[in-house]
């Protein structure tokens, strides 16, 4: 299945979707992939202003 991700929050998922804000227009030219597991320890889901656990992608075009 094709993952997409969200330009505003850079969710990636396999719906049609954003699970986390609910946006519709989701883009599949995205790089970088960063897992995040723990957003209270993590520095780069400090740097990136994530709160929730899941997978993220570094840039959405």
Request: with cysteine.
């Amino acid at each position: 299945m094709n993952e997409k991700a969200c330009p505003d929050c850079h969710v990636i998922t396999a719906g049609s979707s954003c699970p986390n804000c609910k946006t519709s227009g989701l883009s599949d030219d995205f790089s970088g992939l960063v897992i995040v597991f723990d957003s209270e320890d993590s520095a780069i889901a400090k740097a990136m202003k994530i709160d929730k656990k899941g997978r993220y992608a570094l840039r959405v075009r």
